[in-house]
Structure formats: C-alpha cells, structure tokens
C-alpha cells in the first residue's frame, strides 16, 4: 500500500505519476471505508482526492499556504499530513476535528466551518507576506458554492484590484450541499458546457500570436480585437475583468493535467483563478449518483449504500417541514426562505408542494435576511429557515434591516444548542444572547415537537414585528402531534410540576432534563419545581415577580452561553425590578467553544444533565435551612 508510506506532504514529491495515480485509488478507498462508521463529509472529500493530492505535490506545505475554504473538504489533507491514523476518531469526542484546525496540525493555516472565509483569509496573509518580504505561495481552494457568499465576492473585489499574487482554485462540482443555485452558478455552467470555447480558444490565441508587434494605428487595432475577442471566445471573462487570470475549465480528476495546469498557473504575475471542474462523490456510486444525500451521511453500509438511521421520534426538523407545508395551505402569505440549506432545514417537501413560495439564495445569509424583509414589508409571511451557526453571519440584517423596523419576519432556527459531530463552528449556542438584546425581537424556544408546532402558529398571528422559534438539531421527545397547531399567548411560561423546594427554569430540551431531576428528587422527598421557560423574550415577568415573593431558589437551565443568555436575562429582570436577596443558580454553556462530540458528551461536559441538577438543587440545602 503506497498510502502506508505517506506521512507528511514531502512523501508525495518521491511518487511518480502512475504511484500518484494509485494513491488517489487508495485515498478513496480508505475515506470510504473510514466514513462508513465515523460518518462524515464523504462527497466533498471523494471529489477532491486529485486536487489535494496535486496541491500537495506541487506546494511546500506549510511554507505555502493551502486554505481550504469551509473545510469539510480537508479529509484528504489531513490524510497527506500525518493524520490519517486518527480517522477512526473523526468527529468523535476529543477525536479528529471534521474541519481544519489550526491546533490540530501546522499544515491547517486557516480554521473553518463557515463557508466563503478562505479569499479573505488569504489576501490578509498574501499582504502579511508581502509586507514580511517573504515568498511563498498563498493558496485558497473554494467550492462552486461557497465562492456565492458574499464574503468571497468581497475578497474578489479587493484581490482583484490589490493585485496581490494569490492562487485561487475553484473546485466546480455543480453542486453546493444542494444543487447550487444562482447567476454566478449559471455563468460556471455554461463555461462547463461550452466545451468547444476551449478549443476555439487556442485557435484565437495562435492566430493572434501571429499578428505582428507593430505600432501605431494597426497595434492598436489589433489590441482591440484582441480584447473584443476575449468577450467571444475566452472562458472565465468575468474574473478576468475582475483582475484575475483564469484558466480552466480543466478535469479535476487527471492528475497529469492538473499538475500541469497548477505549474503554469504558479507562474503567472497577480491573481490567478484555476477552474478546477470534478464529479461530488467521485468512484462511489451511491454518492456519485445522489451527492445530495451523501454530502454528510451518517454511519452506512458500504456495499448496499445504505445508511443506517437511528429509530426514533422524528427529527424536529422534519416537524417543521411537516407544519410549514400544514400552515402554508391555509395561508398563502407564507414564503420559505432557504441560504442553500433546502435539505437541512426540512424543506425539500414544501419545495416540491409550493415551488413559487420555496426561495433558495444559495450561501447568502445576509441576503437572504433583508430579502425576507422586503418581503415582509410588502405584507408577506416569509419564514428564514436557518441554522443558528449561520445566522451569525447575517447579524447586521437582523438588527438593521427587521428589528428596527419592526417587520413581520419569522425565524425558523434550526441546530439551536449543541449540535455534535460538526463541533464548535456549527453549535447553536449564541442567539440567545445575540437575539435577545434586540429591540422588537420575540424568541421562543419549544419543549416539545408539538410546541415546536405551536409556535409556528403563534409567528404567523403575530403581526408586531420579529419573531423566533429555536429547535434543536435532534429528535425531540417524541410528543403526539395529532392536535392542530395553537397560538401561544406571547410572554407566558408554563408551570409543568409543582415544588416549593426550589425551582427550575428551564428551556427547550433542558424541560426534560429538568423533569428527569424532578422525578429522581422526588423520590428523595424533595420538590422541584419545573417551569418551561418557552419565552426566553419576553420573560413572564408577572411569574418572575410572583417567584421573588416566593423567595425560593431559583436554577435556570438553557443549552447556551451562559454569557448572555437566558439566566443573565432572568438576574438582569430582579436586578433592574431591586428583587434583592434572591438565590438563582445559571446553568448553561461556560464561556468556551465545545467541540465535537456526541451532544450527550457535550452536554455531560458543560453539566447540562440531570445528575448535575440534582447536584445543583441539593447544595441548596444548606441554604433552605439557614432561612427555615
Ligand atoms: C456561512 C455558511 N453557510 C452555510 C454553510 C453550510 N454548508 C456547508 S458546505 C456547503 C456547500 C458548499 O458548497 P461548495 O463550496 O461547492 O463545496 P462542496 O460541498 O460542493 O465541495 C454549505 C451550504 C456553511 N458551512 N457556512
Ligand atoms: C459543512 C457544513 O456546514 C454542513 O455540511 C453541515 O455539516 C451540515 O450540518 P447538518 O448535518 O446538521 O445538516
Ligand atoms: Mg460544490
């Protein structure tokens, strides 16, 4: 086995090409077998093994910079830099992390999760370099969809017009986690399709090496035709008016041409675009054929393509795919707003039922945030199905462009709370605090898929501006969802099990918890009392007055930073209201990144379980009895 040999990047410089070529054989079958029971990025990483391989063949890692945009790509330059021992752990619990890491190995210069970051990242680093009075090569591969953000538009911009020498090498599978959408797409499928440019391109090229280097009036005609003809026949002219030069489309899968292409590219002065076209899934047929559903599967069998699903409630996300298309029925008012997570966000079944109300704008969360604003203030009902993780990037929009003035937008959060195998970029865990400091703002968290439900229908009634509902990214509780969704009157808890022991206030999957602590107490004679906190804004400030009277300790449990979250927003209300003396205890997630893991680990490392409630209400005891 030749991958047996490879441990760092220099090994690959003593393969030939045929060995080279072997290699790619074996990394794939080693990312398909590993991933068979880790589960993971699949598609992605079979799409990229001769890229990563020539890459790495080509450049002095880590003296060159390889940034790999989002990074569930990297699988395989994590195999070419020492890693690939670590694969059975990936994802897994103080394992592999699925994305690139700077503390994980020098050869990860740049960290991801978040698409669309790698142009930017490497124009500060090609400036650094520039600066320093150093040489080496700053290389950014970006896929066909992450290059649609705006963060990568921005840094074409500003790439283009600095100059700098920056590779960047666009990795066009057609595909974003989805099929990829949008003009930018577009213009990529037609430099793909319009295979016979190319050769016309070297037609024009060698007729216009013919015409003589003249000056005067004919020189300049001819430089003119020269750069109408551009407008005909080369590929790639809008990065080429950007400022960078371009070459491609070449096959991402032959690795001799791709060594040779990245050798001339290399070459050139300023910024250069490699178009680099290869297949999702590439030499496994199942994700071949659907990358869809391959781009990130679960645990699955390799021969029958099958991957293996947990038994078990439905998935919050499908219970909301299943009441949007319930509530759209009646109310044609509904839009779904997607930034390229149709699948993920449980909408591929309202797209198909409401095409024309199904809008995805592909990884453009800003966009996609003011959008739905437009719509709103045109009397619409547009609902922003996004994952917390990313609707960090469209903070600005939500501040600025709903809250302020008040529109009618409502925020399906999916992946609210610890999120697992993808880790610190992708946990949920920050829009409490982000979300609940916003004038206008309503934020609702569920305790159960039902509720889920029903606050779906309480954002539609509402007519008073924003208004938010969180879920987590797991199977609920598996309530029954026979009964119709119903309204929710804005602002009111629920009190689930009576106690004067102490009390917990608990949101969203923590109720459960809560209620597993309640009934393992009670059975030691003390009473907890639960309360589902299903507003985190507004609070039921009439509830929270009448617990201050009451005097008893008070828990809040939220799976989000603490910093922020719902129990500061609890201790700012008695705070503010001159409620003195009162005993309240936070729990939620302490103020570091939590990586990946099972979200049972996650949530036993931060102690957001019931054991540690328990621990929490019987320190209280002491307490109780000084005031007895
Ligand atoms: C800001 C942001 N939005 C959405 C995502 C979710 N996401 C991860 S990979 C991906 C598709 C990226 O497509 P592309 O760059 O073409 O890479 P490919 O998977 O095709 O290799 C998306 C939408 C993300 N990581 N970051
Ligand atoms: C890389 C990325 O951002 C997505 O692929 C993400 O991993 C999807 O997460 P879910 O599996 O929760 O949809
Ligand atoms: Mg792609």
């Known amino acids: 086995m030749l991958l047996e040999q490879i441990n760092r990047p220099e090994d690959l410089k003593r393969l030939s090409m045929a060995e080279l070529e072997l290699l790619a054989g074996e990394i794939r079958q080693f990312l398909i077998e590993k991933l068979s029971v880790t589960g993971g990025h699949l598609s992605s990483n079979l799409g990229v093994v001769e890229l990563t391989i020539a890459l790495h063949t080509l450049f002095h890692s880590p003296y060159d910079k390889l940034l790999f945009d989002v990074g569930h790509q990297a699988y395989v330059h994590k195999i070419l830099t020492g890693r690939k021992d670590k694969f059975d752990t990936l994802r897994k619990y103080k394992g592999l992390c699925g994305f690139i890491k700077r503390s994980e190995s020098?050869?990860?210069?740049?960290?991801?999760?978040?698409?669309?970051?790698?142009?930017?990242?490497?124009?500060?680093?090609?400036?650094?370099?520039?600066?320093?009075?150093?040489?080496?090569?700053?290389v950014a591969?970006?896929?066909?969809?992450?290059?649609?953000?705006?963060?990568?538009?921005?840094?074409?911009?500003?790439?283009?017009?600095?100059?700098?020498?920056?590779?960047?090498?666009?990795?066009?599978?057609?595909?974003?986690?989805?099929?990829?959408?949008?003009?930018?797409?577009?213009?990529?499928s037609k430099i793909r399709s319009d295979r016979h440019y190319l050769k016309a391109k070297e037609e024009v090229e060698h007729l216009l090496k013919k015409i003589p280097a003249i000056g005067g009036t004919l020189a300049k005609t001819?430089?003119?035709?020269?750069?109408?003809?551009?407008y005909f026949v080369l590929n790639g002219v809008w990065f080429e008016e950007l400022g960078f030069t371009y070459i491609g489309p070449v096959d991402g899968h032959n690795l001799p041409v791709l060594l040779d292409t990245l050798k001339q590219a290399e070459k050139v002065v300023g910024?250069?675009?490699?178009?680099?076209?290869?297949?999702?899934?590439?030499?496994?047929?199942?994700?071949?054929?659907?990358?869809?559903?391959?781009?990130?599967?679960?645990?699955?069998?390799?021969?029958?393509?099958?991957?293996?699903?947990?038994?078990?409630?439905?998935?919050?996300?499908e219970v909301f795919g299943n009441t949007l298309i319930e509530l759209a029925d009646k109310d044609s008012r509904i839009v779904a707003v997607t930034p390229a997570m149709p699948g993920g966000s449980g909408l591929l079944k309202f797209a198909k039922q409401f095409p024309s109300?199904?809008?995805?704008?592909?990884?453009?969360?800003?966009?996609?945030?003011?959008?739905?604003?437009?719509?709103?203030?045109?009397?619409?009902?547009?609902?922003?199905?996004?994952?917390?993780?990313?609707?960090?990037?469209?903070?600005?929009?939500?501040?600025?462009?709903?809250?302020?003035?008040?529109?009618?937008?409502a925020f399906a959060i999916d992946r609210a709370g610890f999120v697992g195998p993808d880790g610190e970029t992708h946990q949920g865990v920050y829009d409490i605090a982000f979300l609940r400091s916003l004038p206008n703002m309503v934020l609702m968290m569920p305790k159960d898929e039902q509720e889920l439900r029903n606050m779906m229908q309480t954002a539609l009634e509402y007519n008073d501006g924003p208004i938010a509902y969180r879920y987590p990214r797991n199977s609920g509780i598996g309530a029954s969802l026979d009964e119709a969704p119903r309204a929710i009157p804005i602002g009111t808890w629920e009190t689930l099990r009576e106690g004067d022991y102490a009390v917990v206030l608990a949101v969203g999957p923590m109720v459960q918890v809560a209620e597993d602590a309640a009934v393992q107490l009670a059975k030691e004679g003390i009473n907890l009392r639960v309360v589902n906190a299903r507003f985190i804004k507004p609070l039921d400030?009439?509830?929270?007055?009448?617990?201050?009277?009451?005097?008893?300790?008070?828990?809040?449990?939220?799976?989000?930073?603490?910093?922020?979250?719902?129990?500061?927003?609890?201790?700012?209300?008695?705070?503010?209201?001159?409620?003195?003396?009162?005993?309240?205890?936070?729990?939620?997630?302490?103020?570091?990144?939590?990586?990946?893991?099972?979200?049972?680990?996650q949530r036993e490392e931060v102690g957001l379980t019931a054991l540690n409630l328990i621990a929490e209400v019987k320190k209280l005891v002491p307490r109780k009895r000084q005031r007895a």
């Open 141 to 188: 591969i970006i896929g066909d969809g992450a290059i649609t953000g705006g963060m990568a538009l921005e840094a074409m911009n500003h790439i283009g017009h600095e100059k700098k020498n920056i590779m960047v090498i666009l990795n066009d599978n057609e595909m974003s986690i989805a099929p990829n959408v949008g003009a930018i797409h577009n213009y990529l």
């Open 106 to 138: 020098e050869h990860d210069v740049w960290e991801a999760g978040h698409s669309s970051t790698s142009l930017s990242a490497a124009m500060g680093m090609a400036m650094a370099r520039d600066l320093k009075g150093e040489h080496n090569k700053v």
């Open 222 to 230: 001819a430089e003119k035709l020269k750069d109408s003809l551009k």
């Open 357 to 409: 109300r199904m809008i995805d704008v592909g990884i453009a969360e800003q966009h996609a945030a003011t959008l739905c604003a437009g719509l709103a203030s045109e009397g619409l009902k547009p609902v922003f199905a996004v994952y917390s993780t990313f609707l960090q990037r469209a903070y600005d929009q939500v501040v600025h462009d709903i809250c302020r003035p008040k529109l009618n937008v």
């Open 271 to 317: 910024p250069v675009l490699v178009h680099v076209v290869t297949t999702k899934g590439k030499g496994y047929t199942p994700a071949e054929q659907d990358s869809h559903s391959w781009h990130g599967p679960g645990p699955y069998k390799i021969e029958s393509g099958q991957v293996l699903k947990s038994v078990g409630p439905p998935m919050y996300t």
């Open 541 to 601: 400030e009439a509830y929270l007055c009448q617990l201050a009277k009451e005097s008893l300790p008070i828990i809040t449990m939220e799976e989000g930073a603490i910093q922020g979250g719902f129990g500061s927003a609890v201790m700012e209300f008695f705070a503010a209201n001159h409620f003195s003396g009162l005993h309240v205890h936070v729990m939620g997630i302490p103020d570091y990144f939590v990586e990946h893991g099972t979200v049972k680990e």
